[in-house]
């Protein structure tokens, strides 16, 4: 029970450390309250063993004090065989579950990236759709996330890992990421002109799209329309 309340406190320390700012402090990068929010299943974890200990204590104590016969063996016996069959249910039904926001690459995606292999320069940079996920970190949300992995090119929005680099590495990388987005036009020659000194060469846009979206680039003249296919674009950068 100690170790329950000093839990309690722990928990607390941890949203202190994401929120620094309530002792005066300046917030930090490497944690935030969703960080915080994800990890609270561990502490949950514990606690409940805790009421199941103090379930199995109150069981005891009620037995002696009303006096209830001795619960035979068999019925332990089945209540853990019961449990774990449950367990096993819910964990292979669960087996095959997908949260369906985080599959980017579809059929079309996959012979895109083949396209690009054999089509594009190994230097190329391509400008990818993106969202925002925790905090200000920047995750990609269509297929051109996957460019890297999986035609072998580059793009302005590497994994996630990038959040951990110097300050003015994560400043640019999220800078274009969000000029992109709240650009009033894709022609806008402020926007073309970022991506040009960024160094992109092209622009993919996935099957699930983002702010980049065929509507808004077939027609532009900034845009050059080099591979097509269902929902899928790639462009090149006009010069």
Request: proline residues 7%; charged residues 15%; glycine residues 10%.
């Amino acid at each position: 029970r100690g170790g329950a309340a000093f839990l309690g406190a722990w928990v607390g320390a941890w949203f202190l450390a994401a929120n620094p700012r309530a002792l005066g402090l300046h917030d930090i990068w490497l944690l935030d309250n969703e960080a915080v929010v994800i990890s609270l299943w561990l502490p949950i974890a514990v606690l409940c063993g805790l009421l199941a200990a103090e379930a199995g204590t109150a069981a005891r104590w009620a037995r002696s004090r009303l006096h209830w016969p001795r619960p035979r063996g068999w019925l332990g016996a089945a209540l853990v065989g019961g449990t774990a069959m449950l367990a096993a249910a819910g964990t292979w039904a669960h087996l095959n579950l997908v949260n369906p926001v985080t599959v980017l690459v579809t059929e079309d995606d996959v012979a895109a990236f083949a396209w690009v292999r054999e089509n594009t320069p190994p230097e190329a940079l391509f400008l990818i759709n993106s969202r925002l996920w925790v905090g200000d970190l920047v995750v990609g949300s269509d297929g051109g996330y996957w460019l890297p992995m999986l035609a072998d090119r580059q793009t302005t929005l590497p994994c996630v890992l990038y959040h951990h680099g110097t300050p003015a590495y994560r400043a640019a990388i999220t800078g274009l990421a969000a000029a992109v987005e709240e650009a009033p036009s894709l022609d806008d020659p402020a926007l073309l002109g970022r991506l040009r000194q960024a160094g992109v060469t092209h622009v993919y846009v996935g099957a699930r799209g983002g702010r980049l979206m065929p509507r808004d680039l077939d027609a532009s003249p900034h845009y050059r329309t080099v591979y097509s296919s269902g929902p899928v674009r790639v462009y090149a950068l006009a010069p």
